[in-house]
């Protein structure tokens, strides 16, 4: 049987906490045959903490709220201007380990960004994407029960003055950049959301199915 990905654009931007619930609630439920989904969204400015997160990363985050969430990884920003991509995967039946599975969304995301002329390439000791050393990508997963849920994060055109609050990721000083300093045109990001779940899809062997904007 052909393996499909249904994607979802939720309605954004989008408060942190109700949607990390719904990827909570739909991996406790789902079944054997339930279709793997990409949720596609921006959030409103928010701070997550992984589960083993230290909170002396956050260094200034004012009257932003700060969340500890259960994905891998340190300290991260989300914010408008931000495509963020969650991935509900049944790892067991796409035959995949999480590392590979980090390694096929940061694919994805060189060869989007491979579209617009740009050389970006991943870290093995700091998952995620770059160019010219500066993080344009962020990449958390957590597994419960054989599947997966969060996923990825491309920085496309925000504010991103709230990552100097932080150390991205854990790392002090690291560079964080976005798809509009790195010359990519904003009107080629009204389309960035279809045309990354395209390339995941593909990476993925599925094929997409769309059933509107739903959730």
Known sequence: ???????????????????WQAMRDFTDRRGPETP??????????????????????L???????VIQT??????????????????????????????RLVNLLEEAVISLL????????ARADAPGVYVDGAK?????????NGCCYHGLALNLNMNLGPFARINPCGYPGLPVT??????????????????????IAEALGASLSSPGRDY
């Open 70 to 99: 259960d994905r891998g990884g340190q300290v991260a920003y989300h914010g408008p201007g931000q495509l963020v991509a969650y991935l509900l995967l049944d790892l067991r039946r796409a035959g995949l380990g999480v590392r």
């Open 1 to 19: 049987m052909a393996r499909t990905l249904v994607v979802r654009c939720l309605d954004s931007p989008c408060d942190y906490q109700p949607v």
């Open 114 to 121: 491979a579209e617009e002329s740009l050389a970006a390439v």
């Open 36 to 57: 793997d989904e990409l949720w596609l969204l921006e959030h409103r400015p928010v701070f997550t903490l992984g589960q083993a997160g230290l909170r002396s990363h």
């Open 178 to 199: 976005q798809c509009v300093d790195l010359g990519v045109a904003p009107d080629r990001l009204a389309g960035v959301g279809g045309r990354l779940a395209g390339l």
């Open 136 to 144: 344009v990508a962020f990449l958390g997963l957590r597994v419960r």
């Open 59 to 65: 260094l200034d985050p004012g009257a932003i709220s």
